[in-house]
């Protein structure tokens, strides 16, 4: 009984997490202007945060895949995709290439502290980790990890925001 009870009060201090806004944190674009990661916004439409690192292949498999189907999934939901990278300073200046060289049309912010992945939760490289953030701002989905096909799920939960 004791496990249930913990496991209940786990799931209800999961689902207000669920619904929060994004944290302010300011982080960098690949051109080094700063954003404010409280007012990332879509016009309304869903947002997709990627937390990824050039150093991790699941998670460079799951943007390329996400990559393949992007424009598709553009048109069917509005989504807008933003990877932020962890990776740390020494390492930030392998992001903008790798990023190039890859042609991704994302929004690329660095969060070389990894000070925005630890107020989303995140704890330490835990990464892939993928959040959706509804037309009003509100973290409706999380997941971690990639398998390859995994991006359907991200798809699925897209349309389901859209309403399709």
């Known amino acids: ?13 999961a689902i207000p997490a669920l619904q929060a806004a994004l944290p302010s944190v300011m982080l960098q674009d690949m051109n080094g202007a700063t954003v404010d990661t409280s007012t990332l916004s879509n016009d309304g439409k869903p947002m997709l945060i990627s937390f990824w690192a050039t150093w991790c292949k699941p998670c460079k498999r799951e943007l390329k895949a996400i990559h393949e189907v ?8 509005g989504v807008k995709v933003v990877a932020v990278s962890i990776d740390e300073a020494q390492n930030a200046q392998k992001v903008k290439p790798f990023v190039d060289g890859q042609g991704w049309e994302y929004t690329v912010l660095l969060d070389t502290n990894q000070e925005f992945a630890r107020q989303m939760g995140i704890v330490g490289t835990e990464v892939p980790h993928a959040f959706i953030v ?10 971690k990890g990639y398998v390859d096909g995994g991006e359907e799920e991200i798809y ?5 925001l859209a309403g399709k």
């Open 134 to 143: 509804d037309g009003q701002g509100n973290i409706v989905w999380s997941h």
């Open 156 to 160: 699925d939960q897209l349309l389901k």
């Open 1 to 13: 009984m004791k496990k249930i009870s913990l496991l209940i009060l786990a799931m209800l201090l």
């Open 70 to 77: 992007y424009p598709d999934w553009v048109e069917d939901t």
